[in-house]
């Protein structure tokens, strides 16, 4: 039962154009990761299917219904959170405002007790610092706090764009815990990753894009022992 | 100096301070977090002047009711701004300065229609009390001037807490600090523009309207005040709502102390030379980002 | 000479030909509101080369035009300076007020560059009308009664129309040429990307500053010859009401085209005059108005101004008649 339909997705910045006939499907409650080298397109992809840019070519569907034509707001309203890469958290707003502004459509904003509640059991120095100013918060506790506001929008479909990007290893595995943990909550996740091995082993199902294009696809599995990513990946 | 006259300047300048931050307040909100500099300002300062003189005159009310007609409509203009004139050029290149050539040209087209209308004799507002509050048998501030203050800072505090705790107000701060991921989380950019740039043109005829009582109200009533915006936000740092108020109050209490001890000429003259300085030396203001 | 050049030039003499014998075809009045023009197309083609050409936000010009035109004013009035020194000391003054103000700017960006030389402006304007500079300035009245040109019995109207277009054909080409040499190669890279430019060695201090020299000199002359041709000057020549209706003017014409602001000082200056003198009363007011719709509509049409537009019209009569004669066989 597939929740996320991408097919044939053409798309770019302006003139340049970057993706070329991406298709995957995500199934529910998969987590679903997307590899590839830095520029490969990854980005893209999540900026397509939330609606950041408009695909030449080619259709997002989520549940079944079609989200190619929709404005960001629009698309966020149907429950696809995208996380951005870098984090973006607001600065100058302490946690608590940046949390609240995550439940910011009316569907999240019904649930926002709840969310909150369950946002700061699984993040409970959010909880401790929810005065703190965003931006005076670590690498590591900003990228929880991004992760969190994403959550308040109850996401039926969560994507995460380099969460480990800038953090130690302990730090990251970290994060990959709390992505596990979300996961067995029932949130779906679209992953995006460099790092390789970790991200394979918390995966379902994954497809690698090189060069704007999708070259490989399959089961975590399968894709482990894939020699050209155990080449080109892992370095074996 | 004699304590009486010191006093008096201080009050003086809190005065010229409060209407000064009411009216800065508007422009800052609108740069911050639609991005553009409202050109057409000072145009809807001299409206607001004029609608209370509209409700005055035409509808036969008092002064505190004709607010009601400044604040409709300076709304009501905030929206034809943003709908027809900002919102066309938005994500276009050239946006910026488009947008100050046209909302110059809106600026010059309701001066036209204000001369047409109204005429270009100078009229006078009334006062909304005639009292004076005395220290000491000596008067300090009329009652009027206490309840301008009144009304700018309540309004100003208002929208503080407006922009802390409400769902927009807090849009509208995400959106100056971060609009891509203020998009993701939902927040429809286009709507809260609208709503952005209304609350500010909203501020611009209020202090209209409270500037048309203490100087006359003319078709340059607003001019003055445009620049004196400009220099205010860029003094108190570009974006930042708190620095823009400061710098007003600051700016206030010099106009009035250095216009007492040196004449307006050269207060402003000063003034510019200063605001010159400013940007050579701490162009990021009081409180903006280092630049 | 490059085909560029060449063409500049006959469409110069073209220009020049047809404004040098229309005094026998226009009446007076159009013969005045042509020498107003000729002075603010002198400005905005001034303006325009830091504006457009360098992609420098100077919006402080009117200093260099006020500069220059209280100088001259002032040798003539108090020293008996004949206008023609004058027009050149009035140059020479906006040029040095040209470097006092570009030098600081050098370093600073876009907007902060923007509300800097237009403090210095409100800052001239306000020091301008002190009455402690009335022996230079005038005070708030200005200064009056300023020596005018003469030559022999030619009559003021004719000599100074003549003059103002000399003035005018001696700007453009002169902008031309440097909007051609080096130094408009540089602007231009400043213009593209001033990081760039420098990255490829270009000295854009350099560079600049002269862009502000030649603009302040070109417009200290037309502020000269402003006092001279209406015998006196005020702070007027600062306001904001004329900075407004000269960036119209380069906008509405076109800011990334040479005539652009050429253009946009005709039909601006010939339009509010019209309407100023057709419509009478109160109701003459109208011309704000129609001025601003015009900017709006324009600019939401033809972002690249009037220029634009013609040029468009003109590749589609281009296109039209290609393919009318291909489809004759």
């Not at chain 1, 308040?152 to 290893?169: F, H, Q, R, W």
């Not at chain 2, 036969?60 to 929206?79: A, D």
């Not at chain 2, 809106?106 to 006062?127: C, D, H, N, Q, T």
């Amino acid at each position: 039962m597939s929740l996320l339909k991408v097919s044939n997705i053409e798309a770019g910045y302006g003139k340049v154009q970057v993706l070329w006939d991406i298709t995957f499907e995500i199934g529910e409650e998969e987590i679903f990761v997307l590899l590839g080298s830095n520029g490969a397109g990854k980005t893209t992809t999540l900026r397509v299917i939330s609606g950041l840019i408009h695909p030449y070519n080619g259709t997002i569907t989520f549940n079944g219904k079609d989200l190619t034509k929709l404005q960001p707001h629009e698309i966020v309203e149907h429950g696809v959170i995208h996380v951005p890469e870098g984090r973006r958290i607001f600065p100058k707003m302490t946690v608590y405002e940046n949390l609240r502004l995550g439940a910011y459509t009316k569907r999240a904003e019904k649930h926002f007790h709840d969310s909150l509640s369950i946002v700061y059991k699984l993040f409970p120095i959010l909880k401790e610092r929810r005065n703190q100013i965003a931006g005076t918060l670590s690498g590591g506790e900003q990228q929880m706090l991004a992760i969190a506001r994403g959550l308040m929008g109850v996401p039926k479909i969560l994507l995460l764009d380099e969460p480990s990007l800038g953090l130690a290893p302990k730090v990251a595995d970290k994060i990959f815990g709390y992505i596990k943990e979300i996961n067995q909550l029932g949130v779906t996740l679209l992953l995006v990753e460099q790092n390789v091995f970790r991200v394979l082993e918390l995966a379902d199902r994954g497809a690698v894009i090189e060069n704007g294009r999708l070259v490989l696809s399959g089961s975590a599995d399968e894709l482990r022992d894939n020699p050209h990513i155990k080449k080109a990946y892992l370095g074996l | 100096m004699d304590l009486m006259i010191i006093i008096n300047l201080l009050i003086a300048g809190i005065f010229l301070g409060a209407l000064y931050a009411l009216m800065s307040t508007g422009l800052t909100l609108i740069w911050g977090t639609v991005g553009i500099l409202n050109f057409a300002h000072g145009a809807i300062i001299t409206l607001g002047g004029y609608m209370v003189w509209v409700g005055l005159q035409y509808v036969g009310l008092n002064y505190v009711l004709s607010l009601v007609i400044v604040i409709m409509f300076s709304l009501f203009l905030g929206f034809i701004l943003e709908l027809f004139i900002f919102r066309p050029f938005r994500g276009k290149t050239g946006e910026f300065m488009n947008t100050i050539y046209c909302s110059l040209a809106f600026a010059e087209s309701m001066a036209g229609i204000i001369l047409i209308v109204f005429g270009p004799r100078y009229k006078k507002l009334p006062y909304i009390s005639t009292g004076v509050i005395k220290v000491s048998n000596i008067i300090i501030m009329t009652t009027h001037e206490l309840v301008l203050v009144i009304l700018s800072i309540s309004i100003l505090i208002s929208f503080w807490i407006f922009l802390k705790k409400h769902k927009y107000g807090l849009a509208m701060r995400a959106i100056s600090q971060d609009r891509f991921a203020a998009q993701l989380m939902g927040i429809n950019l286009n709507k809260v523009y609208l709503l952005t740039v209304g609350v500010g043109c909203l501020f611009a005829g209020v202090s209209g309207a409270f500037l048309g009582t203490v100087y006359f109200l003319s078709p340059h009533l607003g001019d003055m005040p445009l620049v004196f915006a400009f220099v205010i936000i860029v003094f108190g740092g570009l974006g930042s709502i708190q620095g823009t108020i400061a710098a007003a109050f600051i700016l206030g209490l010099f106009q009035s102390t250095v216009g007492y001890l040196l004449g307006l000429g050269w207060s402003a003259a000063i003034f510019f030379l200063f605001m010159m300085l400013t940007i050579l030396f701490r162009p990021s203001g009081l409180f903006g980002e280092a630049a | 000479m490059n085909k560029q050049t060449e063409t500049f030039i006959k469409n110069l003499l073209i220009t020049a030909g047809i404004f040098m014998v229309l005094p026998a075809f226009v009446g007076d009045y159009n013969m005045t509101i042509l020498t107003m023009f000729f002075i603010w197309a002198i400005v905005a083609l001034a303006w325009n080369l830091l504006l457009g050409f360098s992609n420098i936000w100077a919006f402080g010009n009117l200093v260099f035009f006020a500069v220059g035109g209280y100088t001259a004013a002032y040798l003539s009035l108090k020293m008996g300076i004949p206008p023609v020194l004058g027009l050149i000391a009035g140059g020479c003054a906006g040029a040095i007020a040209g470097i006092i103000i570009g030098v600081p700017t050098l370093r600073l960006k876009m907007i902060y560059l923007a509300l800097f030389t237009f403090s210095a402006e409100e800052f001239l304007r306000n020091l301008v009308v002190l009455p402690e500079f009335s022996p230079y300035t005038g005070g708030p009245i200005g200064l009056q009664f300023i020596p005018q040109f003469k030559l022999f019995n030619i009559s003021f109207l004719i000599l100074h129309y003549y003059l103002g277009l000399f003035l005018f054909l001696l700007s453009v080409s002169f902008t031309w040429w440097v909007e051609n040499s080096k130094i408009g190669l540089a602007l231009r890279a400043i213009a593209g990307s001033e990081e760039a430019a420098e990255a490829i060695g270009v000295n854009t201090y350099k560079y600049k500053t002269l862009a502000f020299l030649v603009s302040a000199f070109i417009t200290g002359i037309a502020g000269a010859f402003y006092s001279y041709y209406f015998g006196s000057i005020t702070s007027g020549a600062l306001s904001f009401e004329l900075l407004v209706s000269i960036i119209f003017m380069i906008v509405v014409g076109g800011e990334y085209s040479f005539s652009g602001p050429i253009i946009g000082a005709l039909v601006l200056t010939f339009l509010d005059e019209y309407m100023r003198s057709h419509i009478g009363g109160l109701m003459s007011n109208v011309r704000l108005i129609v001025m601003g719709a015009i900017i709006i509509g324009t600019l939401l049409k033809y972002p690249a101004g009037l220029i634009g537009f013609v040029k468009q019209t003109w590749s589609k009569i281009k296109i039209n008649i290609l393919s009318e004669n291909s489809t004759e066989k």
